[in-house]
C-alpha cells in the first residue's frame, strides 16, 4: 500500500529562529538495506515574490547554484538507491564520512524539506535552519514494542558536524540494546568529527532485542552540531509485518519547550502516539490540563500516548514541569502501514501569524500520487486565509 505522506508542517518558532531561514545543515539520514530507496528530492521555498538566490552544497562536492520565489519553488533531484548524497547504509553506519549531507544557503529566508520514496512507502524531514544547531539533542523514532522483531525495523541518529575537532558523546541507550554495525551496546562512547563530517548510530530489528532501544538516547557535543533522527523503518501499531518511515530534524535541548499541542492524524488510536521524551529527572507530564501528572519520568524515560488520550476536536494539550522532547506518530488511514513521524516544537509566543509557503505537498520525486495534508494549530476564534494553487479560501 502506497502510504499518505503527511507533511505535517509545524510553523511554530524556535527562540525566534524558524524553518524559515538563510542557512540550512542537513545531515543525511540512513537507511535499512531491507528497504531500496528510490526517488530522492530537495524542495526550496520562499514568501519573496522577487528571485532569491540559493546554493546548494552537497559535501564533498559542487554547489548547485539557482533562483527560487515566491510562485516558483524549486525540486531538485539528489539521487536514487541505496547509497546517495543523503543517504548512509546501515552497514556504513559507525563510520565517519566526509561526502554526505548538504549545506543550503540563499540570499533570503527560504524553507527547505527533503523528501524520499521506497517502492510503497515515503518520509521526509523539514530543515529547522540554524535552530537546528545545538549541543544536545535525545533520539526519537518509531517505538516497535507492539510488534515482533523485524529485519526491516530500523532506528537512527545522524549527526552532521559544523566546527573542526568536534567530540560526540553518546549516552543513555537502553541496556541490552545491540547498536548497528557498533560493538558499543548501550555502554557510552565519543567519537570526533570535523566540519562538514556526518556519523549514524542504529539499531535494526534482527539484531536487537531491545526495540525502542535509542529512544530517549543523549547526544552530546562540545560545539555546534545538526541531527536526524526517526525510523527507517518502523512502526507504532501492533501488526507484524505493517511497517513505514518516520523521521525528522530535530532541536537541541534549550529549544524545546514545556508546553505542545498535538493533531490527531487518521490512524488506529494504536499508530496515533505522541511521543513525550524528558531531558531531566523528575519530569512530570499533564495532560489536556489535568492537575494530575500521567506520569513522571527521569532523563531519557519517555511516555508513549495514543489516539484515546485526544480530545473530541482531535487535538492533545500536554504540559510538563521541565523541557522535553516531543515528536508525533501518526497515519494517513487506518492502516498500520500507512504512518509517519515528525519532531513537534513547543508552543511559543512567537510563532508567525503568516505561512509562506508550503510548495508540492503531494510531490516525492516524480511520484505525484501522494494526499499532502497541512495541519495548522491556532487560537480560538482566529480568522483564517488560505491561498492553494493560487486560489484564495
Known sequence: MKTKLFLFLSFITFNSLSQFNKTHYIPPVSNSGNFATLDQSIYISCPNTSNVNYSVLPLGGTSIIGTVNRDNPVEINIGNGSNTQILISDTASNQNFSNKGYIIEADDLIYVTVRLKTQNHAGGLVSKGLAALGTEFRIGGLLNTGVDNDARHYTFASILATENNTTINFSGVRPGTTLFNNTNGSTPYSITLNSGQSYVISTRGDTNSV???????????????????????????????????????????????????????????????????????????????????????????????????????????????????????????????????????????????????????????????????????????????????????
Open 211 to 393: 526495540p525502542d532501544g535509542l529512544i530517549g538516547a543523549l547526544i552530546t557535543s562540545d560545539k555546534p552540531i545538526a541531527v536526524n533522527s526517526g525510523s527507517y523503518s518502523g512502526t507504532n501499531g501492533s501488526q507484524n509485518n505493517s511497517t513505514d518511515l518516520g523521521f525528522d530534524q530535530i532541536v537541541s535541548a534549550e529549544r524545546t519547550g514545556t508546553e505542545y499541542i498535538f493533531v490527531k492524524g487518521n490512524g488506529n488510536n494504536s499508530i496515533e502516539v505522541p511521543l513525550i521524551i524528558a531531558h531531566e529527572n523528575n519530569t512530570q507530564v499533564f495532560i489536556n490540563g489535568s492537575a494530575t501528572p500521567t506520569a513522571t519520568l527521569n532523563a531519557g524515560g519517555y511516555l508513549a500516548l495514543n489516539g484515546a488520550d485526544f480530545s473530541a476536536q482531535n487535538n492533545l494539550y500536554v504540559s510538563t514541569s521541565k523541557k522535553v522532547f516531543a515528536y508525533q506518530g501518526l497515519a494517513g488511514t487506518s492502516a498500520d502501514a500507512n504512518q509517519n513521524m515528525h519532531f513537534v516544537p513547543p508552543l511559543s509566543c512567537e510563532t508567525p501569524k503568516i505561512i509562506n509557503n508550503s510548495p508540492l505537498i503531494n510531490k516525492v520525486g516524480s511520484d505525484s500520487a501522494f494526499t499532502g495534508t497541512v495541519c495548522l494549530v491556532t487560537k480560538t476564534g482566529a480568522a483564517l486565509n488560505f491561498i492553494i494553487n493560487g486560489a484564495n479560501y
